[in-house]
């Protein structure tokens, strides 16, 4: 079956140490997006990229960085993360322009010790 | 501020009953609008998607639109325990057509009562 595949499913780190989330789709899907969900919150959109053009949200803080190698793969890599860094990390994708469906991975729970 | 609003919840409904959930949303131009399930610690799942005004019906499910209201709302017809999630209302809102993001709203919680 397509779908949205991300590793690992639990990950966690210590302050300050980085950490490197990943997605993985076999959808074929042009857009991949990074979401940061944190508990009764709606899912924040972090940044997302458009076959290999990347946009970023305007409050998305310098620590996340993104890197798409291939249509298939996309990382988040945090770079020095904080408590408040805690989340869930929903990775989504979408065969075309930024409004169109969007299908979610199962998601990455991110602890910070 | 563009957004999209939703009722927290959390909203009860006895099983086999109709739940009704509703979201408003503030940029008249959207033209995309979906309802996601997400259960506790688990990621969005598609329920529906909707772009014209009316109705729209896929199994127990039925979203209605009304744009000129701005409104959307998803309707479940005999509720089971298992429908008992957050569903997320998620709007296309933008600066201008093919630059839009989607915005979620921050979900009510539903809970079905065997």
């Known amino acids: 079956d397509a779908m949205v595949i991300q590793n690992p499913r639990y990950q966690v780190t210590q302050f300050g140490k980085p950490v490197t989330l990943s997605c993985s789709q076999t959808?074929?899907?042009?857009?991949m997006y990074w979401y940061q969900q944190k508990s009764s919150q709606a899912p924040k959109l972090l940044f997302h990229y458009y076959d290999k053009d990347f946009n970023n949200e305007a409050d998305t803080p310098d620590n996340f960085q993104s890197r798409r190698p291939n249509t298939s793969f996309c990382f988040l890599d945090i770079r020095s993360p904080g408590l408040g860094d805690a989340a869930m990390y929903l990775c989504?994708?979408?065969?075309?322009?930024?409004?169109?469906?969007?299908?979610f991975g199962p998601g990455t729970r991110l602890t910070v010790l | 501020q563009k957004e999209v609003e939703q009722n927290s919840g959390p909203l009860s409904v006895p099983e086999g009953a109709i739940a009704s959930l509703n979201c408003t949303y503030s940029?008249?131009?959207?033209?995309?609008f979906f309802w996601y399930r997400q259960y506790s610690g688990k990621s969005p799942e598609l329920i529906m998607s909707?772009?014209?005004?009316g109705d729209k019906e896929d199994g127990r499910f039925t979203a209605q639109l009304n744009k000129a209201s701005q409104y959307v709302s998803l309707l479940i017809r005999d509720s089971q325990p298992s429908d008992s999630a957050t569903y997320l209302c998620a709007v296309n809102i933008g600066p201008y057509f093919g630059n839009e993001k989607l915005t979620f709203g921050t979900g009510t919680r539903l809970t079905i009562i065997p």
């Open positions: 909707i772009y014209s005004n």
């Open positions: 989504a994708t979408s065969r075309d322009r930024e409004a169109d469906t969007q299908y």
């Open positions: 940029d008249r131009g959207s033209q995309s």
């Open positions: 959808l074929n899907h042009n857009v």
